[in-house]
């Protein structure tokens, strides 16, 4: 819900010239939104979303997400774009390495790692991840993806014991996300809705009694009736809303979605904002009309960080970092290089600096 509070006017309300003159103050503009108190001991970070779900041939024995890999001419089926690391591994530890690298020179602060359940290609690859954020300062955190179960019951008590999973396993590494000391979880919106928002505030509270050192759990969600019950919301993909916008209609949009997204988070809760290089997944063979959001040659992505910025969240959050099928990613690739990569540095340093 949105804070607000009247910043000239009478003191009092209650009579009909009182209203009359709410009225006429709404009219001129003398009503204004204004920030929600902040979460506590939430530093500003620069998430990128993560996809450790890509194997080839020399390091799993398989291709994994890849497929129709023609180096020759620099084409991979189900991708956009090719990869200038080619198609490589994410259980390789040199390439992990050389992302981190990368992505920290660029000013992101963390990776929000997709999470398939435990034991999955994702999961294994966790280990290899906080290693090499470990290395370059860089956090990591999880995209709890989805719940497994028919019955509402078992997808509680699953939900309850992946979130376990997550914390007893991995929540205490050094490299891991945290806010007011507390380490933090993204759950998407799929496992979200799996769920309804009561039978999430039980399991929050079960995951909470469970594991006393705490935990922070951001809803992939705007929806008052999920973010009461998580500490924060987020928006995973805004293309739905930037699809075939020029630069200047892309920043109409988030100068006006922005705060409001800020503000959907609440008082005390983590609030963010996402932007978006591109977006463009019709390699992948889903049925048209496809939600193709335009990079412009980098114009896009200087529109909604310049709002973001402006909109203060307490997190910016990239999609992504190598959602390579839908053609997010902002990993150097042959089509772009780096160009658009290279200019998350100055921006970050403008938000991280910025005084709220």
């Not at 503009?29 to 890509?54: D, H, K, M, S, T």
Request: charged content about 20%.
């Amino acid at each position: 819900m949105d804070c607000w509070r009247l910043t000239r006017g009478p003191a009092a309300s209650g009579t009909k010239l009182w209203l009359l003159v709410l009225a006429v103050l709404v009219l001129a503009g003398g009503i204004f939104p204004v920030a929600c108190p902040r979460a506590e001991g939430v530093p500003r970070q620069i998430l990128a979303f993560y996809y450790g779900w890509y194997g080839n041939p020399t390091t799993s024995g398989q291709w994994i997400h890849w497929r129709g890999v023609d180096p020759a001419n620099e084409q991979i089926k189900a991708s956009t774009d090719f990869p200038v690391f080619a198609a490589y591994d994410s259980h390789d530890p040199a390439i992990l390495d050389r992302q981190a690298e990368i992505a920290r020179g660029a000013g992101i602060t963390g990776f929000v790692a997709s999470w398939w359940g435990r034991g999955s290609f994702e999961d294994r690859g966790i280990p290899l991840l906080l290693a090499a954020a470990g290395k370059h300062r860089l956090a990591v955190s999880a995209y709890y993806e989805k719940i497994d179960g028919v019955a509402s019951a078992d997808r509680a008590v699953a939900a309850v014991t992946d979130l376990g999973y997550l914390l007893s396993r991995y929540g205490k590494d050094k490299a891991w996300l945290r806010a007011g000391g507390k380490p933090v979880i993204f759950v998407y919106g799929r496992a979200l809705q799996a769920l309804s928002p009561d039978a999430w505030q039980n399991v929050i509270a079960q995951v909470r009694h469970d594991n006393p050192d705490g935990v922070v759990l951001i809803a992939d969600s705007l929806d008052p009736k999920f973010v009461s019950v998580f500490d924060g919301a987020s928006t995973y993909n805004i293309t739905g809303q930037t699809q075939h916008k020029s630069p200047p209609e892309v920043r109409a949009w988030a100068h006006l979605a922005y705060p409001k997204m800020v503000a959907a988070a609440g008082a005390g809760k983590i609030s963010s904002v996402t932007v978006i290089p591109g977006y463009d997944d019709r390699e992948t063979g889903r049925p048209a009309p496809r939600p193709v959001t335009d990079r412009w040659g980098g114009d896009t992505y200087r529109v909604l960080w310049q709002e973001a910025i402006a909109a203060a969240p307490d997190y910016i959050l990239i999609t992504s970092w190598n959602e390579w099928h839908e053609g997010s990613e902002l990993e150097p690739s042959v089509e772009y290089g780096t160009r658009i990569l290279d200019e998350t540095a100055a921006f970050s340093r403008q938000f991280l600096l910025g005084k709220r």
